[in-house]
């Protein structure tokens, strides 16, 4: 029904910076909230960044606020990841995830792309 496609992940250094992206496949889906949440190995995903859709308020994660930025481009259904002053912790696959007006919480999700900080 909707698909997310990611793209953006790759290799970086510590104290380096790195942008995602993130769009839904589908034209005729109006997310309410799209947003970015990471799994680092052995450890359970966690929320990252969110930006609302009419509002484009946004909500980060203690870990990666102030060095993070999330944005959207409404006409496009994409989001977007700025990472900048990036940490070796910082270092997971990284999930885009979008839920509509109906939805209580994400109902999709893309395939994750990989995030390595180098130290």
């Known amino acids: 029904q909707v698909q997310l496609v990611e793209s953006g992940g790759g290799l970086v250094q510590a104290g380096g910076s790195l942008g995602l992206s993130c769009a839904a496949s589908s034209r005729t889906f109006s997310p309410y909230t799209m947003g970015w949440f990471r799994q680092a190995p052995g450890a359970e995903r966690e929320f990252v960044a969110r930006?609302?859709?009419?509002?484009?308020?946004?909500s980060y994660s203690d870990s990666v606020k102030g060095r993070f930025t999330i944005s959207r481009d409404i006409a496009k259904n994409m989001i977007y990841l700025q990472m900048n002053n990036l940490k070796p912790e910082d270092t997971a696959v990284y999930y885009c995830a979008a839920r509509g007006y109906g939805d209580s919480e994400y109902k999709y999700w893309g395939q994750g792309t990989q995030v390595t900080v180098s130290s």
């Open positions: 930006i609302t859709w009419s509002g484009g308020s946004t």
